[in-house]
């Protein structure tokens, strides 16, 4: 029997096993959640640690990739609270008619976080609410990677993962005066994968060409002994999240022309016109969550979160005024922006330096750029072919909703200045937030809200991006940045 001291936010703890042993197994087999982006592969460097042997040198190591073969001292990176977005800007009341019940929990299950909150359902009152990393992250960062590691070792152990993490944040959310048996109903929203893996449904058809969905939700089950209710999918890749954003941004009641976008790993759209709602989703990948770029991170204590030019050189914001530890996403897109404007970057995206240092010790590295060229112009190219399918040019958009917790710290300019959305767009963006969850919310409290939901989720026209000629023409496209 070996040992390992695990040393995590200044406190260590003695872990025997049975070597060899891989690292992240575990620490998953001790409740541990340690996030590997690129779903253990090793090549995102995002789950590096600190290990020791005894008359060793410490060395940095991958804890993906790490097997322990005897008696090891192994430090994790400081643990910090993520900035997890928890609400929604709707303006739309709500008519008080809740479910069933004493208590009552909405929860967001997004691919990168979940989200919480808890209701007295009689009167109304939210009594609290949580946020937490989503620990199937451990697994991969992003939906295919889930869904391959679902297909490979079986959907139970991401199952119960987020099973455990709904627990977790159902206590966290409890006043000490209430028990945890007076919560009686249960609204989860979420896109189509993540509710597949809730449920423990097999995702292969979720998996291959044509990608047809067996089974779209929007129906009640047990969840946690509770019972639940999981809002109508519109498509495999368009979730119950965007239903209820819809629903809770007002924009299907609005009428009229109008875009909805939840910018993130996989970007979602949905456009308004005559009643139908066009939708489509567009693989971005992470870095709009920080991941993938060789100095990003999470909307964490410490992240670079904005950027902007100051006397002729690059100044920043960090989350909590903290020392700089990397680079979120939204600090990727105003860092993106000051270069295209110092000249430091072209409009192809090229640089004739190896580092492009933003201050610190934070330098972004000319493939982050590229990799930001990719996402940007994956979530273009979508709004445009959306656009293109519906014979409109951006004018005519009365609004743009812009949704989830990356679109709630969005600099507007910024993302004009890169080609993230349209110039002309810019005095018409409505941020909403969490509108998933609001919309979850909104389900909970306001029962009726039920058929509006599959109302919305009936008139969605699934608008498939894979193979499209219009598509892959305006990606080549918006792969270049404005020109200033």
Same mark, same amino acid.
């Given at each position: 029997m070996a040992e390992l001291i695990l040393i995590q936010s200044g406190r260590a703890r003695a872990i025997p096993f049975e070597p060899p042993r891989p690292f992240s197994e575990l620490l998953a087999s001790e409740g541990i959640h340690m996030a590997h982006p690129c779903g253990g592969r090793g090549v995102c460097g995002k789950c590096a640690v600190l290990y020791e042997t005894e008359g060793g040198v410490p060395e940095t190591k991958l804890g993906c990739q790490l097997v322990l073969t005897g008696d090891a001292r192994v430090t994790l990176p400081d643990s910090r609270a993520a900035s997890i977005q928890l609400s929604g800007t709707s303006s739309l009341p709500i008519t008080l008619s809740p479910m069933k019940g004493r208590l009552g929990a909405a929860l967001d299950i997004g691919t990168t976080t979940i989200a919480a909150r808890l209701f007295r359902l009689a009167d109304g009152r939210c009594l609290g609410e949580a946020g937490m990393v989503n620990p199937q992250t451990q697994a991969a960062a992003d939906v295919m990677g889930r869904i391959g590691y679902a297909m490979k070792s079986g959907s139970g152990h991401l199952q119960r993962q987020v099973l455990g993490a709904i627990e977790t944040l159902l206590s966290a959310c409890l006043p000490s005066e209430h028990s945890r048996e007076e919560i009686d109903a249960l609204v989860l929203t979420g896109n189509t994968a993540m509710l597949y893996l809730l449920t423990g449904r097999d995702p292969e058809p979720l998996s291959h060409a044509p990608f047809?969905? #067996?089974? $779209?939700?929007?129906?009640?089950?047990?969840?946690?002994?509770?019972? *639940?209710?999981?809002?109508?999918?519109?498509?495999?890749?368009?979730?119950?999240?965007? !239903?209820?954003?819809?629903?809770?941004?007002?924009?299907?009641?609005?009428?009229?022309? @109008?875009?909805?976008?939840? =910018?993130? !790993?996989? &970007?979602?759209?949905?456009?308004?016109? #005559? &009643?139908?709602?066009?939708?489509? @989703?567009?693989?971005?990948?992470?870095?709009?969550?920080?991941?993938?770029? @060789?100095?990003?991170?999470?909307?964490?204590?410490?992240?670079?979160?904005?950027?902007? =030019?100051? +006397?002729?050189?690059?100044?920043?914001?960090?989350?909590?005024? /903290?020392?700089?530890?990397? $680079?979120?996403? @939204?600090?990727?897109?105003?860092? *993106?922006?000051? $270069?295209?404007?110092?000249?430091?970057?072209? #409009?192809? &995206? *090229? !640089? #004739?330096? +190896?580092?492009?240092?933003?201050?610190?010790?934070?330098?972004?590295?000319?493939? +982050?750029?590229?990799?930001?060229?990719?996402? /940007?112009?994956?979530? *273009?190219? &979508?709004?445009?072919?959306l656009l293109h399918g519906a014979s409109l040019a951006p004018e005519q958009l009365s609004t743009l909703y812009i949704a989830g917790g990356f679109g709630a710290h969005l600099n507007i300019e910024s993302a004009v200045r890169i080609g993230l959305i349209p110039a002309s767009l810019s005095q018409k963006v409505r941020v909403v937030g969490n509108a998933a969850l609001s919309g979850a919310c909104r389900l909970l409290l306001e029962e009726p809200s039920i058929r509006r939901a599959h109302a919305i989720a009936d008139s969605a026209r699934h608008v498939n991006l894979g193979g499209d000629p219009v598509f892959n023409e305006y990606y080549m496209d918006e792969m270049f940045f404005p020109e200033s």
């Open positions: 047809q969905a #067996d089974c $779209l939700f929007g129906t009640a089950c047990q969840v946690l002994g509770i019972p *639940a209710y999981l809002p109508p999918c519109m498509n495999a890749f368009v979730g119950a999240d965007i !239903t209820c954003a819809c629903l809770d941004s007002g924009q299907y009641d609005a009428g009229g022309i @109008s875009l909805l976008c939840d =910018i993130g !790993t996989n &970007g979602e759209l949905a456009l308004l016109k #005559d &009643g139908v709602l066009r939708v489509c @989703s567009t693989a971005a990948g992470p870095a709009f969550e920080g991941a993938g770029i @060789s100095c990003g991170c999470g909307g964490v204590e410490g992240a670079i979160d904005r950027v902007w =030019i100051e +006397d002729g050189a690059l100044a920043y914001g960090t989350i909590g005024g /903290k020392p700089p530890i990397g $680079l979120c996403g @939204s600090g990727l897109l105003d860092a *993106a922006a000051a $270069l295209l404007d110092l000249g430091l970057v072209d #409009d192809t &995206g *090229a !640089t #004739d330096l +190896d580092r492009l240092e933003i201050g610190g010790g934070i330098a972004l590295l000319p493939r +982050d750029i590229r990799a930001l060229q990719l996402a /940007k112009a994956a979530i *273009a190219a &979508g709004i445009r072919t």
